[in-house]
């Protein structure tokens, strides 16, 4: 049980889903391919590894933060009260060594190394993130923001590999003239974008929670070098940016309606509500709450592919 509420289970379900769901949109608009699609072994395979490798992520992030969660979680720390430091360790292995195995059999089948490559970089940047990373300036915050947007790049690789000769059979969700060449990667570096900048406000912000735990590391966070004032305008700002850059996206170089892409709307819609709250909040509590919408921000955007599917289904 604790063990379970270690992991995160709710953002490995967001992983997933967001993994699932390109997948399902792509073999929707392509011809289905029973070896390498949505349904097949591999890419199953590529999820899991991938879910397997946050969750190790999250277990080391915890193995390394038991001083600092004494003061900002004290409720929620898991290791060290429920679960012992070696076995939180020893699970962290465990997990990496299988998610590795699986990156191996990835690359030999995919017939590429960037899988073995991707898997083994995300390892040691979530390693190095939890130990280091995190307790120097922005960097952290980057490197974790990086991490994120990778996801759906990762799929757009992979469904670029599996229909590398074939174009996309639609007439809708084209977004920019003669993107049928390199759609895949397109969609997901856009996608990817778009997590980057949301996950770095919202890193941004946990560090503005969690900032009294993190000057007994000691830390050298946004917050804590700036102030949280200066760090809520920069997270605002940056919020404000990734608004402004979609909407100009959306109206100059596509031709997506607002039906099209009314869960990317619907995110936007939540980030200006973020901006708001982030200039009236005062407390951890208030942080908090900025911190979860931020999240619902970007689940609502990655998982925009889901929605294009279903509109495909019943058009």
């Known amino acids: ?40 072994l591999p890419f199953r395979l590529l999820i899991f590894s991938t879910i397997l490798i946050a969750a190790g ?20 720390q898991i290791i060290g009260v429920y679960i012992k430091r070696r076995s939180a360790i020893v699970s962290h292995w465990v997990i990496n060594f299988v998610a590795f195995s699986i990156a191996m059999y990835l690359s030999w089948v995919m ?21 280091k990373g995190k307790r120097q300036f922005l960097f952290g915050n980057i490197l974790i923001a990086a991490l994120t947007a990778l996801v759906p790049v990762l799929v757009g690789f992979y469904f ?16 920019l003239l003669n993107s ?30 969690d900032v009294e735990g993190d000057k007994k590391l000691p830390a050298k966070t946004l917050p804590i070098i700036l102030g949280l004032q200066k760090s809520k305008y920069i997270s605002a700002a940056i919020l404000s940016g990734v608004s402004i850059c979609t909407l100009y ?16 709307l619907i995110s936007l819609l939540i980030v200006v509500l973020c901006i708001v709250f982030l200039i009236l909040s005062k407390s951890k509590k208030d942080f908090k709450r900025i ?24 058009a």
């Open 1 to 40: 049980m604790y063990f379970f509420k270690l992991i995160r289970p709710l953002n490995l379900s967001i992983i997933a889903l967001t993994m699932y769901g390109l997948g399902v949109f792509f073999e929707t608009i392509y011809s289905k391919n029973e070896l390498f699609g949505a349904e097949s």
């Open 57 to 76: 992520g999250n277990i080391i992030n915890d193995y390394f933060d038991i001083k600092a969660d004494r003061v900002n979680k004290p409720e929620r």
């Open 111 to 131: 017939e590429s190394f960037l899988y073995l490559f991707i898997h083994l970089f995300s390892i040691n940047v979530l390693w190095y993130y939890s130990m």
């Open 160 to 175: 670029h590999q599996v229909y590398a000769n074939e174009f996309p059979q639609m007439d809708q969700f084209s977004f």
């Open 180 to 209: 049928e060449i390199h759609y895949t990667y397109y969609l997901t570096i856009g996608l990817g974008s778009f997590a980057f900048i949301l996950n770095l406000a919202r890193e941004i912000v946990k560090d503005m929670e």
């Open 249 to 264: 996206i959306w109206l100059t170089t596509n031709n997506l309606t607002a039906m099209e892409i009314f869960p990317v």
């Open 291 to 314: 911190n979860a919408l931020i999240k619902i921000a970007m689940a609502f955007g990655l998982l925009t592919p889901i929605y294009w599917t279903i509109l495909l289904h019943y």
